[in-house]
Structures are given as structure tokens and as C-alpha cells.
């Protein structure tokens, strides 16, 4: 049965972990399923219940008890409910609930590099892409254009900040992903070809038809502002480009990606 309860005074311990926890405590980098991350909305906490996420609390407005929030808070066995008004929650948050519910989930330890490669296709890359809404715009674009994983850098920022998994519409919990401590050669390997999403003097088009033909390929995507860094390039098998008109000299990472993964991605 649902633990229900009405917040009156923002200082509960048990709250912090919507208000106070740091970077550091919500990732937990050495033990990640002690770290925590937040989905909001219900749609995007239903697939982290589907795709086996503990969660910890769900946090939301008063009048959403009845309706949809039911059957989350059913689904959420133990997990404390904190209720309260839409105006006293924001004095918690920090801003206004537009989608009416916040869910704490529990982290679960990241599969290896060799796991996500494991009969894939095709692999995004995501090298020092800084921005959560890019990153989370890359993630949906890779469910829904047949990528089989992604391989997140260090340089980026953690897929599962809560602006990610909002703009992600929650397909972060569903394309297998880790954290890639290696360069991309490590990739050679485990017989994936890379491509570099990159303007170069030696760049070809996506268009390619031996693009297409490559078995095992992997996308290499790289910063909104400098692109991938040279050493980057260097190591990738080929250097590709997506054509542009009207002068444009390049799309935005995460437009970039959706046009890569179309083109590619398609068997």
C-alpha cells in the first residue's frame, strides 16, 4: 500500500532528495545504483517502471492522486507519495510542476562497453556533447531511427539529468547505453567501422552507398560549439558530412544525428 503524505514544512529530510541532493550524490559514479536520478511526467516515469527502475518517491501535486498518478502510485509498491499544492511545490523545486509529478528512481549499475556492442548494428557515439537537451533529443532520435546503442564519453553531460530524460520523452530508459571510458578505436575491436560526423577536406557524404554497406557501424557525434576534436577524427575509419544548401555550414548535433540515423540507420 502507497505511503501517502502531505508535505506542510519543506524541511523534511525526506525531501531533499527532490531539493537538496548535489551532482555528485545523484550520480555516485563508483557505485551507480546508489546514485538517483528524477523523471518527471507520467508518461516518462511509466517506461522507467517498465524497464525495471526502483523507485524511491514520487513527489507530486495534490489533485493528482485520482486519474493517471493511480496507476503509477500502484505500480510503486512501498515508494513514499509526497502530495501537496502546486505553489508549495514549487518552493521546493524551484519552479513549477508542469507535468503535475516528480519520480526518485534508484540507478542501476551501467552494462559493459562490450555488452551494448554485443550484436549491434549500428552505435552512436556522443563525444563532449555538453547540453542535456541535445542529449536528450539524440536519445529519442536513436529510438525511434533503429540505433541499437549509445556510447556516452566522460566529456558529456550525464544522460540521466532530469532535463535529458524529460527532453528524452523517457527512450533513455529503453536504448541500451554506458559510459565509454575508451577512444573510439576500441571500437576496431570489437568489429564496428567509425564515422566521424565532421567538416573536413577529406569528408564524404552520407550518402555513400558504402555507408550504407558497412555491417557494424558506428556514428561519432561531437560538441555543440568545436565539433569532435582532431584526434577523434583521426581514429575513425571515414569522415562524414550531410550536404548543406543556402551557405548553411552545418546542422545542430541533435538535428545532425536524427539525418545520420535516418540515412543509416535503415537496414
Not at 519543506?10 to 528524477?38: C, S, W, Y
Not at 552512436?124 to 539524440?138: P, R
Not at 529503453?174 to 575508451?182: A, H, K
Amino acid at each position: 500500500m502507497a505511503n501517502i503524505v502531505t508535505i506542510n514544512n519543506l524541511d523534511l529530510p525526506e525531501l531533499a532528495i527532490f531539493a537538496g541532493l548535489t551532482n555528485h550524490q545523484m550520480r555516485n559514479k563508483l557505485e551507480p545504483e546508489k546514485g538517483v536520478f528524477i523523471a518527471e511526467g507520467g508518461s516518462v516515469i511509466n517506461l522507467a517502471l517498465e524497464n525495471d527502475y526502483e523507485p524511491i518517491a514520487l513527489l507530486m501535486e495534490k489533485k493528482r492522486l485520482e486519474g493517471p498518478a493511480a496507476e503509477i502510485i500502484a505500480k510503486c509498491g512501498a515508494a513514499a507519495v509526497y502530495i501537496g499544492d502546486r505553489e508549495i511545490l514549487a518552493g521546493l523545486t524551484g519552479y513549477k510542476l508542469t507535468r503535475g509529478i516528480l519520480g526518485a528512481f534508484k540507478r542501476k549499475a551501467l552494462p559493459t562497453m562490450e555488452k551494448i556492442c554485443q550484436g549491434a548494428r549500428r552505435l552512436a557515439v556522443l563525444d563532449g556533447i555538453t547540453d542535456s537537451v541535445n542529449v536528450g533529443a539524440v536519445f529519442r532520435s536513436a529510438a525511434a531511427l533503429n540505433m541499437d546503442g549509445i556510447l556516452v564519453r566522460k566529456t558529456c553531460c550525464d544522460p540521466l539529468c532530469r532535463r535529458s530524460i524529460r527532453v528524452s520523452m523517457g527512450t533513455i530508459f529503453q536504448v541500451p547505453w554506458t559510459v565509454m571510458d575508451e577512444d573510439v578505436s576500441a571500437l576496431s575491436k570489437l568489429g564496428f567501422k567509425t564515422a566521424a560526423m565532421a567538416l573536413s577536406n577529406n569528408s564524404i557524404s552520407i550518402a555513400e552507398k558504402k555507408l550504407r554497406g558497412e555491417k557494424r557501424l558506428a556514428l561519432v557525434f561531437g560538441s555543440e560549439g568545436y565539433g569532435l576534436p582532431q584526434e577523434t577524427i583521426s581514429l575513425c575509419d571515414y569522415v562524414v558530412k550531410i550536404p548543406m544548401s543556402h551557405n548553411v555550414d552545418s546542422l545542430n548535433v541533435a538535428a545532425a544525428s536524427a539525418v545520420a540515423f535516418w540515412e543509416l540507420g535503415r537496414e
